[in-house]
Structures are given as C-alpha cells and as structure tokens.
C-alpha cells in the first residue's frame, strides 16, 4: 500500500479486511479449540471403553459384542474431531496473524533496523584500519615494493621520481635503465 502523510491510501480497506481476518480467526480458533476438547475425551472414552465391553455367549468363551464396535466408533470418531480441531485452530491463528500483519511487521522494522544500523557502523569502524593495510599492501605491490618497507611519503615520491623498480624482482633501477640491474628483466 502506497502511503500519503504518514497514513495508508487504503486504509479504510485495511480496516475492513483486518476486521474480518480477526473475526474468522476468533471463530476457528474457538470451534477448534471445542472439536479438539471433544475429540480428546471421545478419544479416551473409546479407548478405555475397548477392553470393558465384552459378552460371554457360552460359558468360558468370551466375545466381542455391540459394545466394542461402539467403542471404536467413539475412538475414531475422537481421532476425526481432534485432528479437524487442530486444523481449524492452526488457521485460526494464521487468519489471526495476518489479521495484524502490519503491526507486527512494523515492530519487526522498529527493533531490527537500529540493531543493523549499529552492526554496519561497528564494522565499518572496526575494518576500516584494516582494509587500509590492505589497501596499501596491494598499492605497494602494484608498485614493486616489498612487503616489509614502508609506503614513501609524498616527497619521498618526488625524490625518487628517477628511480623505477622491476616487476620482476622489485629491485631499484634508474629511470633510463632498459634492464633491470638485478635479474636482467627488460624493460
């Protein structure tokens, strides 16, 4: 949504479609908490009901009766519920969560971006000497110095305007020099 002086341009629409979004989700969240409740105690009537009900036809010999049947339709039955329960109280905490989306968006950007801020500050404070030695380290390799002498002051530079090093082995040559005076290299 486009904003204009701090509100959104849609924001009646917002409204309207927060509303409903919180509405449903009381709903789902209320019924599925009812269907899990019942299909929890449908669930343990079924189940410790299953051994209690059986018929002795003839004397010594027990069977299952009606009852049994009966006991596994409440489990099953339980099983159903409590599965439909949970599902209906998952969307509704899903039509609920989107239901304030925004504001916990915000709150999101409200708290994180200062702790980014503050990150990328701190790192650039903290790598900067750093990335200059680096800096300077490859400057002085373009420039055919060794690693362990010192970068040349600006008039320093001027004085050894006349000297050149070879790329070679980074030894000192006179500007005129054609090879180097060291390993030989050709300018």
Known sequence: MAELNGNYVNEENHQKVKTKLQKIGYVLLGVGAVFSIVGIVLLIFGFTSMGKIVEKTEPGIPTV???FSSS???????????TIGIGMFAYGVYASFFAHAREIAAYGASTVAPVIGE???YLADET???IQKVTSAISNGIRGKQPN???ETQSEQQI???IKYCTECGAKNTRESKFCTKCGNKF
């Open 65 to 67: 009766g009606q009852g």
């Open 72 to 82: 596994i339709g409440l489990f099953i039955g339980g099983g159903i519920l409590l």
């Open 119 to 121: 990150t990328t500050n």
């Open 128 to 130: 900067s000497p750093a």
């Open 149 to 151: 002498e010192k970068a």
């Open 160 to 162: 050894n305007s006349d």
